[in-house]
């Protein structure tokens, strides 16, 4: 749903967004930037390499994680109706009981807030992975377990599996004493949402929500062609991170944040901007939203490619979908929100490539180890490098990463940076690897320099 199409974007911000399009970093984008004049439409690039197809608003997009701001505003709904309490233990609405940490149960505002100790669930942590506080196992058992080829994400899971193994799952610490970000626990918190509604998570969303709003374009996606970019089904997780949106409509729910309709979605909206967890640092979370720490904004993002943020003072938010992946994609976001309310935050620039010689590439091919079970392997590949990642002797994640210095490379596909350390003193060489939320140093094991 488009407003009033009357705006023109701020140069700056369409020279930045254009900057990562024609570095090759991403093949396109669509951007819808909603000020108090109109919407301002950027279409740049294309839907995919090798098509001259181009995105616009009413192009679909999985939206990962911005599907959050849909499930905690259903939730905020049946809160306003007093259906449900942010207290109310969360095994009450579900067929099995949650773990507990020294009795203390975890609660719907736990999972809301994402401070329930659960799982973190990013991508790649597999279903039945044995050590499920650990970081890492997301990116571990992607392949084995998540993206089971033909089947769909977590195919044949259903909620009694995962509830029964949470439940001999211990809890690393009490619920409600830190915040980290958990897939699991809003996946486990939009069943709870279907559940209480008794219309199931996708019948609660298009009466509560969708067709109020008039968003026609956003619903889970069923598998069927053509597939939208970034499609995704998480089955039983699939309300932290399965819905499917356009540009379009999702500038019609930032509107309705920005300019709340009369009636009971007015209130849902309040409750949802209200902070609901408070930290014994002073931090403090909201039910969906993320809040930029400098300006106290609400955003969220989707993985690496979906933005959508406001600043309701301002009267202002911006939409932005990425036909590829940028690890920048959120500075991305909050900049050019930030450029929309009248601030001066630098806009981040796309990583440049460089050309190393073969000698270079070839210094860092080998094996490097974190664990017993864990290790990767690495070699040249063309001006590249090549990255396979083992869990218990099985391939997991693979990934090509593009130099940026002798020692610093990064993937264009998804969020991998391996920064490589030269050992000294007699010591092995290292390497650094990032993704996502996972950050840890793995040592040489074996070299083929």
Avoid at 142 to 153: D, H, I, N, Q, T
Avoid at 154 to 171: I, N, S
Avoid at 320 to 328: F, N, P, R, V, Y
Wanted: one cysteine or more.
């Amino acid at each position: 749903m488009l407003g009033s199409v009357a705006a023109v974007a701020p140069a700056e911000i369409v020279s930045a967004l254009d900057a990562f399009v024609r570095s090759g970093a991403i093949p396109g984008l669509i951007a819808i930037l909603i000020g108090p004049h109109g919407d301002a439409v950027v279409a740049l690039g294309r839907t995919a390499p090798g098509t001259v197809v181009a995105p616009d608003p009413r192009t679909r997009f999985g939206i990962a994680s911005v599907t959050k701001l849909f499930t905690g505003l259903a939730l905020s709904d049946l809160l306003r109706e007093g259906r449900i309490a942010l207290d109310d233990p969360a095994s009450r609405y579900l067929p099995r009981p949650l773990p507990t940490f020294s009795g203390r149960e975890i609660s719907v505002r736990h999972l809301a807030t994402h401070t329930s100790a659960l799982p973190v669930g990013r991508p790649g942590e597999g279903f039945a992975a044995a050590r499920w506080t650990s970081p890492r196992v997301w990116r571990i058992a992607f392949r084995r377990y998540v993206l089971r080829a033909g089947s769909g994400p977590l195919a044949g899971v259903t909620l009694d599996d995962l509830l029964a193994f949470l439940a001999e799952t211990p809890l690393s610490r009490a619920p409600g004493e830190q915040r980290e970000y958990s897939n699991v626990g809003f996946g486990l918190l939009g069943q709870i949402v279907g559940r209480v509604d008794g219309r199931g998570w996708t019948g609660a969303m298009r009466a509560r929500l969708l067709d109020p709003l008039g968003l026609g374009d956003t619903g889970s996606w069923d598998g069927a062609a053509p597939a939208p970019i970034h499609g995704m089904n998480l089955g039983v997780l699939n309300w932290a991170g399965g819905l499917v949106s356009t540009a379009a409509d999702l500038a019609g729910l930032a509107r309705a944040f920005l300019h709340p309709p009369p009636g009971p979605l007015a209130d849902a909206m309040k409750i949802l901007l209200t902070p609901a967890w408070h930290g014994a640092g002073g931090e403090t979370a909201w039910l969906a939203f993320a809040r930029d720490p400098a300006s106290g904004r609400p955003y969220h993002t989707g993985m690496n490619h979906a933005f959508l943020g406001m600043d309701r003072d301002r009267g202002v938010a911006a939409v932005i979908l990425l036909c590829g992946s940028l690890d920048e994609n959120e500075a991305l976001g909050l900049a050019v929100l930030d450029r929309l309310a009248g601030g001066h935050a630098v806009f981040p620039k796309p990583r440049t490539v460089v050309s190393l010689p073969a000698d270079v590439l070839a210094r860092w091919a080998g094996s490097y180890r974190l664990d017993a079970d864990s290790s990767f392997t690495v070699i040249p590949a063309g001006g590249s490098l090549a990255v396979q990642f083992m869990k218990d002797g099985k391939k997991g994640g693979a990934a090509v990463v593009c130099p940026e210095n002798d020692t610093a490379f990064f993937c264009r596909e998804w969020e991998c940076r391996i920064e490589f350390r030269p050992g000294t003193g007699g010591a092995p060489d290292t390497a650094r690897v990032r993704m996502y939320s996972f950050d840890a140093a793995y040592r040489r094991e074996s070299s083929s320099h």
